[in-house]
């Protein structure tokens, strides 16, 4: 199986500020890397699919970037509506594998 | 506006089987690829298997021995059984769809919390 880690596990940040969270896989997997928001209570949305495109729907302020093992999702200026769980999931070969999740919260 | 509901026990017993369907309304259950994830409570997100609506399956191999997904494309459904199960078992399951390429889930269900308790 592929494995997924996300760094950091957790931030604290404000309204405003730039975020990214960084996605590595065990081997490359391409560009075969997705984003998921997940807010308590909730199912996760899709944001970023194919490691950059962005989901039908989902503000601009949101954006991915990497190919190979290396991916980051980047909120270019949090929102309040962000605060929530980031997950990257690969999609490269089955079992797909999601990330631990990266919890963004108010500073 | 396509719409994912799962439904079944909310509770299930030790070493029985967990059954849960999965209705798809606003769209086709044609030509897409509708998977089952689950999320143990506080936990990270699990990927259990897929189905395509042909009947074609593939499971993941930690569950494989357990899981059965089915569709019912007459009804918009499809549907998991995973047998014997334990308290390991219990999680929030949400049915997604995936397009034809298998890349990404772009629908989910709510999701349904299934506790596996005597």
């Known amino acids: 199986d592929i494995q997924m880690t996300q760094s950091p596990s957790s931030l604290s940040a404000s309204v405003g500020d730039r975020v990214t969270i960084t996605c590595r896989a065990s081997q490359s997997i391409s560009s075969y890397l997705n984003w998921y928001q997940q807010k308590p209570g909730k199912a996760p949305k899709l944001l970023i699919y194919?490691?950059?495109s962005l989901q039908s729907g989902v503000p601009s302020r949101f954006s991915g970037s990497g190919s190979g093992t290396d991916f980051t999702l980047t909120i270019s200026s949090l929102q309040p509506e962000d605060f929530a769980i980031y997950f990257c999931q690969q999609s490269f070969s089955t079992p797909f594998t999601f990330g631990p999740g990266t919890k963004v919260d108010i500073k | 506006q396509v719409q994912l509901q799962e439904s079944g026990p909310g509770l299930v017993k030790p070493s029985e089987t967990l059954s849960l369907t999965c209705t798809v309304s606003g769209d086709s259950i044609s030509n897409y690829y509708w998977s089952w994830i689950r999320q143990p409570p506080g936990k990270g997100l699990e990927w259990i298997g897929y189905i395509y609506y042909s009947g074609s399956t593939n499971y993941n191999p930690s569950l494989k021995s357990r899981v059965t997904i089915s569709v019912d494309t007459s009804k918009n459904q499809f549907s998991l059984k995973l047998s014997s199960v334990t308290a390991a078992d219990t999680a929030v399951y949400y049915c997604?769809?995936?397009?034809?390429?298998?890349?990404?889930?772009?629908?989910w269900g709510q999701g349904t919390l299934v506790t596996v308790s005597s």
């Open positions: 997604a769809r995936a397009p034809v390429t298998r890349d990404y889930f772009d629908y």
């Open positions: 194919a490691a950059s």
